[in-house]
């Protein structure tokens, strides 16, 4: 079965740096869609970097120049280096993952079907 585990969350003042790490097993990790989303407080799930099977990649305008996302399909990991957080940033982030189908790669989360447990970012000001 899909399994998804997400590390790499904590605490760090505004302008710092966090990577993301999500270790995925029971499928075939190079074939599939992957992406991250968060979600704060009292505010709907949000798309935030998605990247495609051929590598194609997608980011929510807020992160965009400041979040790289990643994957090594070696090690079935998917990847969120954050640089210049800001407080707004704050949420628990999730990884998720489906089959592509077609182009370009979704960055709803009503298009992913497999889901992490999520970790915490904290960005102080």
């Known amino acids: 079965q899909v399994q998804l585990v997400e590390s790499g969350g904590g605490s760090v003042q505004a302008g710092g740096s966090l990577r993301l790490s999500c270790a995925a097993s029971g499928y075939t990790f190079s074939i599939y869609c992957l992406a991250w989303f968060r979600q704060a407080p009292g505010k709907e799930r949000e798309g935030v970097a998605a990247?495609?099977?051929?590598?194609?990649?997608r980011y929510a305008d807020s992160v965009k120049g400041r979040f790289t996302i990643s994957k090594d399909n070696a090690k079935s990991t998917l990847y969120l280096q954050m640089n210049s957080l800001k407080p707004e940033d704050t949420a628990m982030y999730y990884c998720?993952?489906?089959?592509?189908?077609?182009?370009?790669?979704?960055?709803?989360?009503?298009?992913?079907?497999?889901w992490g447990q999520g970790t915490q970012v904290t960005v102080s000001s």
């Open positions: 998720a993952t489906r089959l592509c189908i077609g182009s370009p790669v979704p960055l709803m989360s009503s298009d992913y079907h497999y």
């Open positions: 990247i495609g099977s051929a590598g194609a990649i």
